[in-house]
């Protein structure tokens, strides 16, 4: 069992920057592939990063490709989300959930333990 908890989350203008922050306890953090996603109200939870289990590997959803860097440290057992440029269609409650497959997987059914999500707003 992995338990994660966001933070970082909040209420920012259009261009501003924030950086999520998910803490993982349980099971060992560095045998699972991380990932953030989002949902918007009305609309279906989507993939916005993924970092595999090293931190080597990073892979983006192009509507936040150039603009968000996802990270890790494995010795602290926290995966990180700095979001830079945000726009107001950024806003929704993100994500993070870990995955124990090597294989890089974006689809919401892949990942077997989310944590509760933070709220970003983003206004213009």
């Known amino acids: 069992q992995v338990q994660l908890v966001e933070s970082g989350g909040g209420l920012v203008q259009a261009g501003d920057s924030l950086r999520l922050s998910c803490a993982a306890s349980g099971r060992t953090f560095s045998g699972y592939a991380m990932g953030w996603f989002r949902q918007a109200p009305g609309k279906e939870r989507e993939f916005v990063a993924r970092?595999?289990?090293?931190?080597?590997?990073?892979r983006y959803a192009e509507s936040v490709k150039g603009r968000f860097t996802i990270s890790r440290d494995n010795a602290k057992n926290t995966v990180y989300l700095q979001m830079n440029s945000l726009k107001p269609e950024d806003t929704a409650v993100y994500y993070c959930?870990?995955?124990?497959?090597?294989?890089?997987?974006?689809?919401?059914?892949?990942?077997?333990?989310w944590g509760q999500g933070a709220q970003v707003t983003v206004v213009s």
């Open positions: 970092i595999s289990r090293s931190g080597g590997t990073t």
């Open positions: 959930a870990a995955d124990r497959a090597v294989v890089a997987r974006t689809s919401t059914g892949a990942y077997d333990y």
